[in-house]
């Protein structure tokens, strides 16, 4: 039943007498919610006559419509999984999306790559109808890769880049030259690492540049031998 509705209990037999858990003495018996929030209620009623005793056991609940709530929209990392439920009471469930359909009250999220899903709950009772959709994304530790040491020559420079473009999260680097963007020009001879965050991790690499001068030949001035 629903909060607000009255549920009416008859145990009338001939030339009997009747008592309910509540004290009642009356055939009838009436039962109502004990508040505006789900209850539930055990009504029994002891009917007595010349021929013996009986006895019986009604269990009542009183529900309220379902309520969907997934939450916010979720980025997890790749191993990391999250819990969606819902707790309405005697509810048939339908999931749907792009990670599957289900009828479970519950749905364990997770997966092994980068991946966007877009998740919808239907719930509904005897009372109603929710609904509700949430947009989970997982995202994985970033990663770059500065190339094999390198070398240039004096007065030519090369780009470094230390970005992750397919990240989900916000990106944020580190260089060891004290820059903070996701690529730098270089041109002296150096060591230069990188560093580049997110939500789920941190990855760094190496790479050395090597600087050489441009040659200079001088063989003397022209010479005449004998």
Do not use: M, R
């Not at 680097?173 to 690529?183: C, Q, R």
């Amino acid at each position: 039943l629903c909060v607000g509705d009255t549920l009416f209990l008859n145990a009338w037999d001939t030339l009997s007498t009747f008592l309910w858990n509540n004290g009642d003495t009356s055939a009838l018996d009436t039962v109502v919610a004990l508040s505006t929030l789900p209850n539930q209620q055990v009504v029994s009623v002891t009917t007595t006559n010349l021929c013996g005793v009986d006895s019986d056991t009604v269990e009542v609940w009183f529900i309220t419509p379902p309520t969907a709530n997934l939450g916010a929209d979720t980025l997890i990392c790749v191993g990391d999984s999250v819990l969606l439920q819902d707790t309405s009471l005697f509810a048939t469930y339908a999931w749907s999306g792009t990670y599957g359909t289900f009828s479970t009250d519950s749905l364990w999220y997770s997966k092994s790559i980068q991946s966007t899903d877009s998740i919808h709950l239907s719930i509904s009772n005897v009372c109603g109808v929710a609904s509700d959709a949430i947009l989970l994304q997982v995202d994985t530790t970033p990663w770059f890769n500065l190339g094999a040491d390198t070398l240039v020559c004096d007065g030519n420079q090369i780009v470094l880049d230390a970005d992750f473009p397919s990240s989900y999260s916000a990106n944020t680097f580190a260089w060891s030259t004290g820059a903070s963007t996701a690529s730098i020009s270089a041109g002296v001879e150096n060591t230069f690492w990188a560093s580049t965050s997110n939500a789920c991790g941190t990855f760094s690499d190496t790479l050395l540049l090597d600087v050489d001068s441009v040659l200079s030949l001088n063989l003397g001035a022209d010479t005449v031998l004998c």
